[in-house]
């Protein structure tokens, strides 16, 4: 048994450099620029878990940005998951966005149809978010959860989808770790959620305010964000279940419409994807001048927004 462990650990992650050496040469991207971490970490609840992060360099620039996947039983599917998140931030630098430009509603997977199908589950995910995050009066359903982390169910505007968040406050600092999951199994989306802030948890470093890269600055109010009282108790109250309206208002998902198709090879294929009826999450000046058109979206569901705030999803 001791000597089994390390031989496991090796080939691990002798498994994820096989599976990354694979796709960036399925894909004919260089590896010059990048970083391979494997790690185990320890979800409460959960068996040990896999977390593979990739260090990049974006082209021209000389910040680094992770990208990491986590999965409980696959070093090669956490291995996969950092990938495609490599893979759409390619395609969207790719295509001029700013950093203002949030990858939510972009997804990779092996093919197009699937590919936009979790595209759209992520955009149901971080509507649900922003609107009971600004709109505080909505109802949320918190989940029983494990150690510190905060589970509850929001309310979705896709009645076939179930949109679950995790929350971990960090006393110290004053901040909380969010991540979200949406699925048509709830089950599987406490899973994703939970392991998903555990995965920050593991990375998770201080947005320093002396930094003047363009990522950082357009992250920075929403670093500061939770310094305001009013975002601090708009998040508490999402994770305590403080609201008590509830929304009779889904969305027809054949108007979900792909804004962008770009494929790498037979098997990573990344889609962007849109819907006129959900509120889409961005960062600084973006999401400042997205006011108008996000209340708007939440008006047509008989919800005001009394106060704009910077959201804290970093």
Avoid at 293 to 312: A, N, S, T
């Amino acid at each position: 048994m001791i000597l089994r462990q390390p031989i496991s650990e090796a080939l691990w992650r002798l498994t994820v450099r096989m599976t990354m050496a694979a796709n960036f040469a399925r894909c004919g991207l260089k590896r010059e620029s990048t970083k391979i971490f494997h790690a185990m970490v320890e979800a409460p609840g959960y068996c040990t878990t896999h977390a593979v992060s990739l260090d990049v360099t974006p082209p021209g620039r000389t910040e680094r940005i992770r990208f990491s996947g986590v999965d409980i039983d696959s070093a090669k599917v956490a291995a996969r998951k950092a990938f495609c998140e490599y893979l759409e931030a390619i395609t969207l630098w790719d295509s001029g966005a700013s950093e203002e430009v949030s990858r939510s509603g972009w997804a990779c997977a092996m093919t197009e149809n699937s590919a936009q199908d979790t595209a759209y589950r992520e955009l149901i995910e971080r509507d649900a978010f922003i609107a009971h995050f600004l709109c505080p009066e909505l109802r949320s359903t918190p989940i029983p959860s494990l150690a510190d982390f905060k589970l509850v169910r929001l309310q979705s505007v896709d009645p076939e989808m179930k949109v679950i968040y995790c929350g971990l406050f960090l006393p110290d600092l004053k901040r909380w770790l969010i991540g979200g999951a949406c699925e048509r199994d709830e089950a599987a989306a406490i899973r994703k959620a939970l392991l998903e802030v555990v995965m920050m948890r593991k990375d998770w470093t201080a947005t320093p305010r002396g930094n003047h890269s363009p990522k950082h600055q357009a992250l920075l109010p929403h670093w500061e964000s939770p310094e305001n009282p009013k975002v601090m108790a708009n998040i508490f109250s999402l994770f305590a279940g403080g609201g008590t309206r509830a929304i009779d208002f889904s969305i027809d998902r054949n108007h979900a419409r792909p804004k962008a198709i770009r494929r790498f090879s037979k098997t990573h294929v990344v889609v962007g994807c849109e819907h006129p009826d959900l509120a889409a999450l961005t960062f600084g000046e973006l999401w400042l001048r997205s006011e108008d058109k996000i209340r708007q979206v939440l008006k047509r569901r008989g919800l005001e927004i009394h106060e704009w705030l910077f959201h804290p999803m970093l």
